[in-house]
Structures are given as C-alpha cells and as structure tokens.
C-alpha cells in the first residue's frame, strides 16, 4: 500500500492484524509469508535491543525482532499466546515477535488515514497509516521502517 492509496475509495487492500501490548496493528498481507508459533529464540550478543534473537525455522535462521522493543511500548512476552509474524525483507525473511494474531481481512483504503505522529503511546514514524473501524483503530505498520535494523 503505497500512502498515495490511502482514502482511494475503490481500492481493496488485505491486512493481517495483531495485537502488541494493547496496541492493535496490521501488516499488508503481500509482505506475510507465514504465521508460526513461538520457539526458542536464541539472543544475538551485541545486536540492537530490539533484535530479540535468531530461530531455527524448518531449517533456516532467521532474525526475530520485538516489535513491542521496536514500537517503544515494552517488550512482548514469551507466552502461549505469542506469535512470530514472518515477513519478506528483500532475499530474506524475518520474524516480526507480536502478542497474538486476530485476524485476517480486507477493507477498503478509504478506511484509513494518514497516521497522526503519535497514536496510543507508537510514534508515527513506524506507521503507514490508521484503519478506522467501527469504535476500533489499528495501526498500519510501515514494514520498510520497522525492517531498518539500526
């Protein structure tokens, strides 16, 4: 979804949304490979504070990052409600640590807004747009930012 989309009527975009902390996000689907439960996740020494660590997935080593760390609002448990969100970053794929998977949907782009800098606590810089539903709101989280590993 390009900002240039936002409030295009006619256009149809699907989300995958998810919850980190109270907060709920959503991701174009185009850019989900898989969803998968948690594992173990080996910590990387001297990695940015949101790299949370590496994983063995069916073989290959991927990076997980928090996006709780990454979003500035703490860190997502290791729970049985954690989930890891894997997205493609040019030739690799990397974990995205989120609380939960709630749901998969298609809404029109005339649903969303251009974030305000600063939404529940998240700074706007990591986000692409608002979804605007019913009494709800979810963030659109710019890949392309959260992705930048410093």
Do not use: Y
Not at 21 to 32: P, S
Not at 107 to 123: F, K, W
Not at 125 to 132: D, E, H, N, P, R
């Amino acid at each position: 979804m390009s900002t240039a989309s936002i409030g295009n009527d006619s256009a149809q975009i699907e989300l995958t949304v998810f919850t980190v902390g109270d907060i709920l996000c959503a991701v174009e689907n185009d850019r989900v490979r898989e969803i998968s439960g948690l594992r173990a996740i080996t910590p990387v020494h001297h990695a940015p504070e949101h790299v949370r660590g590496v994983v063995n997935l069916r073989g290959q080593i991927m990076t997980i990052i928090d996006l709780g760390v990454r979003l500035g609002i703490g860190a997502v448990p290791e729970d049985r409600n954690a989930r890891i969100l894997v997205v493609r970053s040019g030739e690799e794929d990397i974990g995205l640590l989120v609380d939960g998977i709630e749901d998969v949907k298609t809404v029109s782009a005339s649903d969303m807004e251009t974030p305000p800098s600063n939404v529940q606590g998240l700074s706007g810089a990591f986000l692409k747009a608002i979804l605007k539903e019913q009494d709800d709101l979810a963030c659109i989280v710019d890949m392309e930012k959260i992705l930048h590993i410093d």
